[in-house]
């Protein structure tokens, strides 16, 4: 008896990952199965495990791909902190917010999968370049505090980071204006001069 014919789809792997993401959209993250991405995808249940080892690879590789994206936009966006630093600020936080709102599947795998972006797999090396724009946003905005009282860029990155992520969660999903009459970036803006300017009485 001759041997099957092997399966051949020559974006299956494309396919899995965008049907992945649209599963995350709408059943968020943990919500979904290997056998439903297949079947989105056009294919078995089996043909998913040529590409991927199950469902957790297959969300690694979206998280993956998310901060690659999110990196690219925040590094676009900081421009090296020109022209001047509150500037650059400003349009990081459009992006993030943008990039939180069109990209909802990335964003959810990145930040709300439980995917781990500390090592040094290709998950942890793509966060850890989104994570630089965040570091040097941080010491743009802290440079003309004198030496002996800078607060850490580490710390300040983390906030504001740790500000944008709530912006995102509380105010900045579902209907414009449901739960606060400010704009998600006008709240995210004000937020970041009020901890900038505590920050500048403290030193």
Do not use: W
Not at 15 to 25: C, F, G, K, V
Not at 27 to 50: D, I, K, N
Not at 90 to 102: E, K, N, S, T
Request: charged share 20%; glycine share 10%; proline share 6%.
């Amino acid at each position: 008896m001759p041997a099957a014919r092997p399966y051949h789809h020559g974006n299956l792997r494309e396919a899995l990952i965008a049907a992945a993401i649209q599963l995350i959209e709408t059943q968020g993250p943990l919500g979904f199965t290997m056998a439903e991405a297949a079947r989105m995808a056009g294919v078995s249940a089996a043909a998913p495990y040529r590409h991927f080892k199950g469902r957790d690879d297959l969300l690694a590789e979206v998280a993956r791909i998310g901060f690659v994206e999110f990196g690219d936009r925040l590094g676009a966006a900081f421009d090296e902190g020109k022209p001047r630093p509150m500037t650059a600020f400003m349009r990081v936080g459009h992006a993030y917010l943008d990039f939180a709102a069109q990209r909802q599947g990335l964003y959810m795998a990145m930040f709300e999968s439980g995917v781990s972006i500390s090592g040094s797999d290709p998950v942890g090396l793509a966060a850890r370049r989104a994570d630089k724009v965040l570091m040097d946003m941080a010491r743009s905005l802290i440079a003309h505090f004198p030496e002996e009282t800078r607060p850490p860029a580490r710390m300040v990155a983390d906030h504001i980071f740790a500000m944008s992520h709530g912006v995102v969660e509380l105010f900045a999903r579902g209907r414009t204006g449901g739960r606060s009459p400010i704009a998600p970036a006008d709240m995210l803006e004000s937020a970041v001069l009020i901890y900038l300017r505590g920050l500048s009485v403290s030193a």
